[in-house]
């Protein structure tokens, strides 16, 4: 290769270098870690994880899809294998309990670690659905007590109250109710009482949802004023067992829910949300299980306004479960992994400049050397007499090659040291 080609070769390969780095492999990538969630437990014990994928973005981090996850246990033996699914959510069911303080590692395909450390179960009171009569100001003869067999209402979605009519403490048989709401649909309505537990219809419009509710019967009369309890932004569920059916309110393209048994959690699921034409935005699922309670939230950490405890199947009243904690979060690990990656590949595009400059210099000393060795040469064979003059001007052509070597030299390292301007901003 002749030298003059090699001058502006270098630097054009330097400059494309710097390129090719900036646009692939120097470019810092988005890093992907695991999050893994517990809840708590009276004995600390762990039966269920919520792992989420998410990947770190500017400004804001999104929940990713990746499939071919494996958690693995203290002994380094497989716990689970899956997918994250659309939503980067996904619902770990133990075959064995785990203790608190059991140290886990969370892979992705290959083998890269999204988490890793020891997760803790904080000890929490277990979950329990309470049946509690509404307070509310009592008037006449008939007692009249109501309650609500979710423990509260979800504006603009139907629900019932449950009304019992005593006297003294023996049960009512024969009484007619009448309701007068403030806030509620209908306003009004009127029903035979059919004992204990009597259901009243009726849709919380927004709080504050007052009622009122008269019994009259042959042996007296007597009424309750009461404020219903509401849940604004809650999203609404039932479940029989087989089925689970929610509903919210608000848009959302997605509802997470845990299931909880009389320990702790045993379980979870994320049921997409679609509009549907009466406004509402429903979705469902099949826990295929009997549970004490359920908490459903339009957020994986079930922390926002939405969250809500509903009871479980066969249970009524007010619901109560431990509530999810972040056990582990790798994201420290994903993004210290991400600079390395990125420094190793940057200090090897700096040591590759670093040489292409060296190598730039010493065709440029070498081309300068050659330059004044050719002009000394051609001085001490020139002579000043005129038959020489042809000769002379021929023997000055080398001359001139040497400097145009020696410029190309220096447009060169100039193209270098752009190339090497430019590695610095981009790789800095």
């Known amino acids: 290769m002749q030298r003059g080609a090699l001058y502006f070769l270098l630097p054009a390969a330097a400059t494309v270098l710097v390129t090719v780095v900036l646009l692939g492999p120097g470019q810092e990538r988005a890093p992907v870690g695991g999050r893994v969630l517990v809840a708590g437990s009276p004995d600390g014990a762990i039966r269920s994880l919520r792992i989420e994928t998410v990947e770190r973005g500017s400004p804001f981090q999104r929940h990713v899809e990746l499939d071919g996850l494996v958690l693995k246990g203290p002994d380094g033996a497989a716990l689970w294998n899956g997918s994250s699914g659309p939503y980067g959510v996904a ?14 590692e969370l892979q992705a395909r290959g083998g890269r670690v999204l988490a890793e450390g020891a997760i803790e179960a904080p000890v929490a009171a277990p979950p329990e659905v309470k049946e509690v009569a509404l307070v509310g100001v009592q008037e006449g003869a008939l007692g009249v007590t109501a309650e609500l067999p979710t423990g509260a209402l979800v504006p603009s979605l139907r629900g019932s109250l449950l009304v019992t009519v005593t006297l003294g403490k023996e049960p ?69 067992g087989a089925s689970l059916d929610l509903v919210s309110p608000s848009p959302r393209d997605v509802a997470y829910v845990s299931f909880y048994d009389e320990r702790g959690r045993i379980g979870g699921v994320t049921v997409p949300l679609e509009a549907t034409p009466d406004g509402f935005f429903r979705g469902s699922a099949q826990p295929g299980r009997d549970f004490v309670a359920m908490t459903v939230a339009s957020d994986p950490h079930e922390s926002s306004a939405s969250t809500m405890t509903w009871p479980g199947p066969s249970h009524t009243g007010v619901a109560s479960a431990p509530k999810l904690v972040q056990a582990l979060d790798g994201m420290p690990i994903v993004v210290r992994a991400e600079k390395q990656r990125v420094g190793r590949v940057r200090t ?44 002379n001007i021929l023997h000055s052509r080398p001359t001139a090659r040497s400097t145009s070597a020696f410029v190309a030299a220096m447009a060169g390292l100039i193209l270098l040291a752009f190339a090497a301007v430019l590695g610095l901003v981009v790789l800095r």
Do not use: C, F, W
């Open 348 to 391: 090897i595009t700096t040591i590759a400049l670093s040489l292409a400059a060296a190598l730039q210099i010493a065709l440029l000393i070498g081309s300068r050397r050659a330059a004044k060795a050719e002009s000394a040469r051609i001085d001490a064979e020139s002579s000043p007499s005129d038959d020489n003059a042809d000769e």
């Open 91 to 104: 619902e770990v069911e133990l075959a064995s309990e785990l203790p608190s303080g059991s140290h886990i």
């Open 172 to 240: 009512v048989e024969n009484a007619t109710l009448v309701l007068h709401g403030s806030s509620v649909e209908p306003a009004e309505a009127k029903l035979e009482y059919k004992g204990p537990r009597t259901p009243i219809d009726l849709v919380v419009i927004a709080p504050p949802a007052v009622v009122e509710i008269e019994a009259s019967g042959a042996r007296g009369t007597g009424k309750l004023r009461v404020e219903i309890p509401t849940e604004m932004g809650a999203i609404g569920a039932s479940s029989d």
